[in-house]
């Protein structure tokens, strides 16, 4: 089946750092790939998304590039803020059986960025 | 405003009842899911819905009944509430290519 695995948290960072969460999946088929943002109290957020190899994706400075060589799809970010505190989501998604898309998330990483 | 609402955002209920878990959306999508969020485990599949009248089980449907009688609603209900499904649960609708999620409903059973 298909699998995501990131890199275990908390991740604790200096504001103004350059941050890595890393992502790797196992998956059949050609997976589009995703990472989440889920802040305090809320639900999850599209941060970015790449539906094939080689795109990058990106958004308020964050970026990731779809591996295919190395099954990868690692977030990055130059510039960390105390804003950016938040748990991150790294998941894949594939056209299922049943006609949808069926999302399979990793465990999340949680980030905290302080002053 | 458009988009996904849940209710209630928080809810406290005994082992052995019964309680019901509400989503809506506005934009009329076709497919709808709920989840479930666990440390350890990201987000599970409990059920999904691919339009009125059409459901499906997900990953860890056991101990959970949904319906689907309107496009806009999507509602999960636990017949009877076990310790085990104390858990942050999510309502997601979807486009083609993306799924959008509503703000979460943290649910405990004592």
């Not at chain 1, 109290?41 to 990731?64: C, H, V, Y």
């Not at chain 1, 977030?75 to 960390?80: I, T």
């Amino acid at each position: 089946g298909n699998s995501v695995t990131q890199m275990e948290g908390p991740v604790t960072l200096s504001e103004e750092a350059f941050l890595t969460i890393n992502c790797t999946y196992t998956a059949t088929g050609y997976p589009s790939l995703f990472w989440y943002v889920q802040y305090p109290g809320e639900g999850l957020q599209l941060l970015l998304k790449a539906t094939k190899a080689d795109d990058k994706g990106s958004n308020k400075g964050f970026e990731a590039t779809y591996r295919k060589e190395t099954t990868s799809f690692h977030l990055e970010k130059g510039s960390v803020q105390v804003s950016d505190s938040a748990v991150y989501f790294c998941a894949l998604s594939v056209l299922n059986s049943g006609g949808y898309q069926k999302v399979t998330f990793g465990t999340g990483t949680k980030l905290q960025v302080i002053p | 405003d458009a988009g996904i609402t849940q209710s209630p955002r928080y809810k406290i209920t005994e082992t052995g009842r019964q309680v019901t878990l509400m989503c809506h959306q506005t934009w009329s999508h076709s497919y709808m899911f709920w989840y479930r969020q666990d440390l350890g485990h990201g987000l599970r599949l409990i059920y999904y819905s691919a339009a009125a009248d059409i459901t499906d089980k997900g990953e860890v449907p056991d101990g959970y009944v949904v319906s689907r009688s309107k496009t806009e609603n999507f509602p999960l209900t636990l017949e009877s509430a076990t310790r085990s499904q104390t858990s942050v649960y999510f309502c997601a609708s979807s486009t083609e290519h993306e799924q959008y999620f509503g703000p979460g409903t943290r649910l405990t059973v004592t």
